[in-house]
């Protein structure tokens, strides 16, 4: 029912708007291509939650069957979710993430990006290579601080692009 329309005007603190996550790629894309065009419905006290992180899970637990992401897919996937502004909620047993799940999870800098007071949302930039599945994400911090963040979602090395003045 489109709750991203909605929510904030009822009081709500946080929706889901998308499907359930699997641990695989195509389920992490899947979510995104679904939603990007309503990142700008979160802000201050409502925001748009698109599932708990999958990062670590490496196949185990109970969401989908599968070998589960790369290590280069969950950082994908956290970046995008810090990015996005969407609640950090771990799927996972944290009992048994690996290093290098837990090092991506407590990454400050990143978490900093996600829990900016003022919650902007980004914004999607063309490729100038025009490599329709790579994203480059310009989002304004609080504190006149910006970030930009390039993500490819080929299944292979692609160069991406921007001109500064896209900004």
Same mark, same amino acid.
């Given at each position: 029912?489109?709750?991203?329309?909605?929510?904030?005007?009822?009081?709500?603190?946080?929706? /889901?708007?998308?499907?359930?996550? $699997? @641990?695989?790629? $195509?389920? =992490?894309?899947?979510?995104?291509?679904?939603?990007?065009?309503? #990142?700008?419905? $979160?802000?201050?006290?409502? #925001? !748009?939650?698109?599932?708990?992180?999958?990062?670590?899970?490496?196949? !185990?637990?109970?969401?989908?069957?599968?070998?589960?992401?790369?290590? @280069?897919?969950?950082?994908?996937? *956290?970046?995008?979710?810090?990015?996005?502004?969407?609640?950090?909620? =771990?799927?996972?047993? =944290? /009992?048994?993430?690996?290093?290098?799940?837990? %090092?991506?999870?407590?990454?400050?800098?990143?978490?900093?990006?996600?829990? @900016?007071?003022?919650?902007?949302?980004?914004?999607?930039?063309?490729?100038?290579?025009?490599?329709?599945?790579?994203?480059?994400? *310009? %989002?304004?911090?609080?504190?006149?601080?910006?970030?930009?963040?390039? *993500? !490819?979602?080929?299944?292979? %090395?692609?160069? =991406?692009?921007?001109?500064?003045?896209?900004?």
């Amino acid at each position: 029912d489109e709750p991203w329309k909605w929510m904030r005007s009822i009081g709500a603190d946080m929706y /889901r708007s998308s499907g359930d996550i $699997s @641990d695989n790629f $195509s389920s =992490i894309l899947r979510i995104i291509r679904g939603q990007e065009n309503n #990142f700008s419905m $979160s802000g201050p006290s409502c #925001f !748009n939650d698109l599932d708990m992180l999958i990062v670590g899970m490496y196949g !185990n637990g109970n969401v989908g069957v599968s070998n589960g992401c790369t290590d @280069d897919e969950y950082t994908i996937h *956290f970046g995008l979710w810090c990015m996005y502004g969407t609640p950090l909620m =771990i799927g996972g047993d =944290i /009992r048994n993430v690996n290093e290098f799940s837990r %090092k991506l999870m407590q990454n400050k800098e990143l978490i900093a990006i996600n829990q @900016d007071p003022e919650c902007r949302p980004p914004v999607v930039i063309l490729d100038k290579f025009f490599w329709k599945e790579n994203r480059v994400l *310009f %989002k304004i911090l609080s504190n006149n601080e910006y970030v930009i963040g390039m *993500f !490819n979602f080929y299944d292979e %090395k692609k160069d =991406i692009a921007f001109f500064l003045k896209d900004l």
